[in-house]
């Protein structure tokens, strides 16, 4: 017997013929081609999310502080193309080498003041939505070196100054102060010792508000009332990147437009005084200056600055290995113990569909979310353990439908000459029923199992949105974080996750339904 020949012969019993001749039926039917350029596109798409995202991305997904350079609930960039008024993200990164040097001379003594500055130019009719300063590496003060002195505190982190000064003129102060001290690490000596962990200053108020009150009060004849802070009366970024309109001169009808032009921003680092300015430069390693734009990357981002676009990319392999997973498992139980029960009968077979008649009348979806909360509860930082729970859960009621089907189909199968000549030949049940029936029901079972992916793609995320399953980046969750944000008029937060649910599941009903023509010949003639 040729390799060839062997080869065939393995195929067809284990029912790969059949597979690929259904294949090829399949593709015949215009519904089929469709369905299948379709799968191949979502399966390429799911295996490119596995290489090019991180391995700990359902953590990195949770992380907020991993977030928080992202604009928080903004549209994607693209609206910007249809008209959208849109400010882009800005962000600058300056290098610690880019520092120039003020000396500020007192009565006394004289501080070396080390400084960086940018230019932001803003040229729309839109406010940005925050800003955001990254301080890499901050050079700490070796007040031993500098006063050659071993009492009192050895090493001091400098004062930081940020400020921004307007196209109008008006300077404000948007930080003042100094970071803690966490941890440190020598990089050359005593001199060069830095404050290792990243400096993030999010502005939420305007320090000197005072000031900025009278600037605004002499140069637009205008009260405002910044009191109370920003987030109480006016937000931040208004302020800052706003001119004041009062509509009857009141203060509580004061109102901020957008002012156009070149903003400077300074980033001030204040020594000891009379400190040699070589032990301190540079003072930082990098900063970096976010100004959040109006608008962000392909999709947008959520009420916690999550590239949404990152979520639904992990979203495609998540729903596609739940609804195969389900499906298949499905499948195999099913065929295999409804073969089982149409071929041996009796007992065996009253057990069997009696099990499947008590599963079919239990309600599935409050057994799911009474499993689901539980392991929930019990594995609260292990989302993907829950889901997997969930999953079998699914896979241990649902087998009992396609069982019923393959025990009518294995009765009819069982009584054909070529099963009774492999008893008389003295085969094995374990033999016919895994070489002789099974074969036989294969594009049924093929059949059965993509029309059951949609189903478990559409149970599980129905799960997430109920809260069940969390922590999980997928297309369910996606949802039910804008469900309980009611983000009702956010329209990129829930228009793209439903889409792909419902495009995914198309996917495998129009592969479905040329399989139907196949299962069932009267269907070709239509």
């Keep these: 017997m040729s390799k060839k020949s062997g080869m ?47 391995p700990n991305f359902p ?3 949770n992380d907020i502080k991993a977030w928080q350079e992202n604009p928080k609930l903004v549209p994607p960039s693209w609206v910007a193309y249809l008209g959208v008024p849109a400010v882009q993200q800005f962000e600058q990164t300056i290098p610690g080498s880019q520092y ?16 960086y500055t940018l230019n932001y130019n803003l040229n729309k009719k839109v406010f940005p939505t925050g800003l955001l300063f990254e301080i890499q590496k901050i050079k700490l003060l070796d007040r031993y070196r500098a006063y050659n002195i071993t009492s009192g505190e050895r090493y001091k982190v400098p004062t930081i100054i940020i400020t921004i000064t307007r196209p109008d003129g008006i300077k404000m102060v948007l930080y ?13 000596g005593e001199a060069y010792i830095y404050v290792d962990h990243p400096l993030y200053i999010s502005p939420t108020n305007v320090i000197n508000a005072d000031e900025v009150q009278k600037a605004f009060q002499k140069l637009y004849n205008v009260t405002v009332n910044l009191a109370a802070g920003m987030g109480n009366v006016y937000k931040l970024s208004n302020v800052v990147f706003g001119k004041p309109v009062a509509r009857t001169g009141a203060a509580s009808n004061v109102t901020f437009v957008p002012l156009e032009g070149t903003y400077a921003v300074s980033i001030y680092f204040v020594t000891l005084p009379n400190f ?80 499947v008649d008590v599963m079919g009348n239990i309600p599935l979806l409050p057994i799911l979310i009474i499993i689901g909360e539980i392991a929930r509860q019990l594995y609260p930082n292990n989302p993907v353990l829950v889901i997997w729970i ?57 059949a059965s199992m993509v029309f059951s992916v949609p189903a478990a793609i559409l149970t599980v995320a129905g799960l997430a949105v109920l809260g069940i399953i969390k922590n999980m980046p997928s297309w369910g969750t996606i949802l039910a974080d804008a469900r309980a944000n009611a983000a009702i008029t956010d329209w990129w937060w829930i228009i793209p996750p439903g889409i792909l649910i419902a495009i995914t599941s198309l996917t495998f009903v129009l592969i479905g339904m040329a399989l139907e023509r196949i299962v069932e010949p009267r269907l070709r003639t239509r």
């Design 8 to 54: 065939e012969k393995v195929s067809k019993r284990l029912g790969l013929t059949a597979l690929k001749e259904g294949f090829r039926e399949v593709w015949r039917y215009g519904t089929g081609k469709i369905g299948i350029v379709m799968l191949v596109v979502l399966v390429s798409i799911a295996i490119s999310a596995v290489i090019v995202l991180p």
């Design 59 to 61: 953590a990195l997904w």
């Design 100 to 115: 120039a040097v003020n000396m500020t001379t007192t009565q006394y003594y004289t501080v070396p003041v080390l400084y």
């Design 176 to 188: 003042d102060g100094a970071p803690s001290i966490l941890y440190e690490k020598n990089i050359a």
């Design 276 to 355: 040699p300015v070589a032990l301190a430069t540079p003072p930082a390693g990098s900063i970096k200056v976010v100004i959040k734009g109006s608008v962000y990357g392909v999709m947008g981002t959520d009420t916690y600055g999550r590239d949404l676009a990152l979520g639904l990319y992990f979203g495609f392999p998540v729903a596609l290995s739940i609804g195969l997973v389900v499906a298949f498992l499905d499948t195999v139980i099913g065929v295999i113990v409804g073969a089982i029960s149409g071929y041996y009968g009796g007992l065996v077979d009253e057990f069997i569909q009696r099990t």
């Design 390 to 446: 969930i999953l079998l859960t699914i896979v241990i009621f649902s087998w009992g439908g396609l069982t019923i089907v393959i025990r009518s189909m294995t009765l009819s199968i069982k009584g054909e000459q070529y099963v009774e000549a492999a008893k008389c030949l003295g085969a094995s049940n374990k033999r016919i029923i895994f070489l002789h029936i099974i074969p036989q029901v294969i594009p049924y079972a093929v």
